[in-house]
């Protein structure tokens, strides 16, 4: 499901949300963006982490032009749709996540997600009141923008040590009704949990995060889950790679590793 024009992205992504069941991979760079599209992948999303790995910094911690100009390199790499991992809007106020999205959204994203973590260990989610102000102004954004793009809306309460599954559900029912187009947990592995969440904001969509061996795509698929990402896993696959490589080399002064890699002329053909 490629796009040859903007519109058509939009209209793809849209389309995905609306019956089945996909998986969105995260490339970190737009070689990585290209190499998956080239695997018959359906859309992309970014990832804050894996991208902040590869500048060599921990995730949320690079700033908001860098981020933006990821976006443009993702999306101007490949023709499928891509949603972009926003974190926290880069804001707290609901005014600056509304002008920070609008900006974001030049980059030809189709798809946008917002935290309600504040990266505040003392108070780690944003207050129910005023994250639903952010997700409120993420979907006017959208609106003044003029484009179909898919706003998802995320609780991070699994993730910041607040996993708390009436939490999610409310939060999420809430973020639906402000104006979120799909709706996240991440985090939340169980069949119960994930049912739960579908439950309670149908008929909207769920995204579920597998950075794990714990499910399949089909099982997802038969809980009502209508989006699959999988977040820095592909982008921590590549660098366990890196890493044991490099150790051999460092530690033994042998090169086994690099038996069975990918060739550079296969290499240079996925990126054509």
């Known amino acids: 499901m490629t796009g040859d024009t903007p519109t058509e992205r939009y209209e793809a992504f849209q389309c995905l949300h609306q019956s089945g069941c996909f998986v969105i991979p995260n490339p970190w760079d737009a070689g990585s963006a290209r190499a998956l599209e080239g695997l018959g992948f359906k859309a992309l999303a970014t990832t804050s982490s894996g991208f902040a790995w590869s500048r060599g910094r921990p995730d949320n911690q690079v700033p908001l032009q860098d981020v933006v ?28 996540v509304y002008e920070n999205v609008r900006t974001a959204l030049q980059a030809g994203i189709c798809g946008i997600s917002i935290e309600d973590a504040t990266q505040d260990a003392s108070a780690p989610l ?3 009141a005023l994250a639903v102000a952010r997700v409120k102004a993420a979907r006017a954004a959208i609106t003044a923008f003029g484009k179909p793009v898919v706003l998802t809306a995320r609780f991070e309460g699994f993730l910041v040590g607040m996993p708390s599954l009436d939490e999610a559900l409310k939060r999420l029912a809430q973020y639906a009704e402000a104006g979120a187009d799909c709706l996240y947990a991440p985090g939340i592995r169980t069949p119960e949990q994930i049912s739960a969440i579908v439950g309670a904001v149908a008929p909207k969509a769920v995204n579920v995060l597998v950075g794990a061996d714990f499910t399949t795509v089909q099982a997802l698929a038969d809980m009502g889950v209508r989006r699959i990402s999988v977040g820095g896993a592909l982008a921590r696959t590549a660098w366990t790679g890196f890493m044991q490589a490099a150790k051999e080399i460092a530690n033994e002064g042998t090169f086994k590793r690099f038996a069975g890699i990918v060739p550079n002329a296969d290499m240079n053909k996925l990126m054509r």
Not at 78 to 86: C, H, M, T, W, Y
């Open 126 to 128: 944003y207050e129910p």
């Open 69 to 96: 100009r990821y976006f443009r390199d993702v999306v101007s790499a490949v023709r499928l749709p891509v949603s972009a991992d926003f974190e926290n809007g880069f804001a707290h106020d609901p005014d600056q």
